[in-house]
T-cell receptor, first 112, second 110 residues
């Protein structure tokens, strides 16, 4: 069974640009969550989607958004990038029971 | 707000020695608890989880953890560490939304 796949692995963007990150969950998993990891703030929850609906949202500005498609694949978008958005963005998928989250390798975003 | 505390930022142990990483959590009615490990530049790998039942849980790579409700703790242990265990370890709480501790970086010396 393939694991959680995140693309791209690395991104370099300029301040003010926008970026879209993609996450393909494990087959059969309907819940997808996103996390931001930075040295200063650690791992912080962004949002969680289940069956195309956002169920939970973390404390991030509206520049951070996401969506989930009917095949459970998810994307997150960050608009008007700031230097502080540089981070490792991790996606995790769970089955309907949410008994454990399986993480992807992450997308390393660098904003210059 | 729910919180998870890992009091040790960095721990160094000799290869073959025993290990205990500490984790304390704010009380919740159903404390779903997890330990994850992260190697540099990689995602998180689940070591073990606790939902209910037996308070001593076994995980992968020879790790175990003990849930102690009276102490709000979920410490991770391994009787004998290997050089490949060097990584960052995160304790987490929750289910749909995970709250992570700040992590403990483990260094192994030969």
């Amino acid at each position: 069974k393939a694991g959680v796949t995140q693309t791209p692995r690395y991104l370099i963007k300029t301040r003010g640009q926008q970026v879209t990150l993609s996450c393909s969950p494990i087959s059969g998993h309907r819940s997808v969550s996103w996390y931001q990891q930075t040295p200063g703030q650690g791992l912080q929850f962004l949002f969680e989607y289940f069956s195309e609906t956002q169920r939970n949202k973390g404390n991030f500005p509206g520049r951070f958004s996401g969506r989930q498609f009917s095949n459970s694949r998810s994307e997150m978008n960050v608009s008007t990038l700031e230097l502080g958005d540089s981070a490792l963005y991790l996606c995790a998928s769970s089955n309907y029971m949410n008994t454990e989250a399986f993480f992807g390798q992450g997308t390393r975003l660098t904003v210059v | 707000a729910q919180s998870v505390t890992q009091p040790d930022i960095h721990i160094t142990v000799s290869e073959g020695a025993s290990l205990e990483l500490r984790c304390n959590y704010s009380y919740g009615a159903t404390p779903y608890l997890f330990w994850y490990v992260q190697s540099p530049g990689q995602g998180l790998q689940l070591l073990l989880k606790y939902f209910s039942g037996d308070t001593l849980v076994q995980g992968i790579k020879g790790f175990e953890a003990e849930f102690k409700r009276s102490q709000s703790s979920f410490n991770l242990r391994k009787p004998s560490v290997h050089w490949s265990d060097a990584a960052e370890y995160f304790c987490a709480k929750g289910n749909e939304k995970l709250t992570f501790g700040t992590g403990t970086r483990l260094t192994i010396i030969p």
